[in-house]
């Protein structure tokens, strides 16, 4: 992903309005993002940790979405699996994220969900420069390069339904 700056990502949210993409907490690090190394940039809300963002490049520029992340159960030590990078974690290490749709089904209340690494971090962890622990990724006859296209049409199935 190439680099962004702050006002390219308050201008790419298509599922709030532009008050609120003024006022979401975007990372103060962006200088320091490992940019060669993300296929989009997510991060959560540091002040409110139910909530989390997504900015990714498509055909039409940069496509920014405002995600609801829901609260984890207590006690849940089961396994599971992001539906973008198919990589699974222990516990609260992936979340059903929600996506209020944009336009005028969002308005009414319209959204859509995934089950995403809690910590938004899919692209560090398919190239290996972050480990989720012992199982988190499964062996595949894959390419990096392939299972990046994978989660890139995954990501874009997703965003797909926010913009319906």
């Not at 979401?24 to 991060?43: E, T």
Request: hydrophobic share 35%; proline share 5%; aromatic share 6%.
């Amino acid at each position: 992903m190439k680099p962004v700056t702050e006002s390219d990502i308050r201008a790419s949210f298509v599922n709030c309005t532009k008050g609120e993409a003024q006022r979401l907490a975007v990372p103060r690090d962006l200088a320091a993002q490992p940019w060669d190394d993300l296929d989009f940039l997510g991060w959560c809300d540091p002040g409110a940790p139910d909530r989390a963002y997504l900015v990714t490049e498509s055909g039409n520029g940069l496509v920014g979405v405002a995600l609801r992340r829901a609260t984890p159960r207590a006690g849940h030590v089961k396994r599971s699996m992001c539906s973008l990078c198919l990589t699974t974690h222990p516990g609260d290490g992936v979340s059903l994220m929600t996506a209020r749709k944009a336009g005028k089904n969002g308005q009414q209340g319209n959204s859509v969900g995934a089950y995403i690494c809690s910590d938004l971090a899919c692209s560090l962890y398919l190239r290996g420069k972050k480990d989720a622990g012992p199982g988190a990724r499964f062996h595949e006859s894959l390419t990096v390069d392939m299972q990046v296209e994978r989660t890139m049409a995954n990501l874009t199935g997703f965003l797909a339904k926010v913009a319906e």
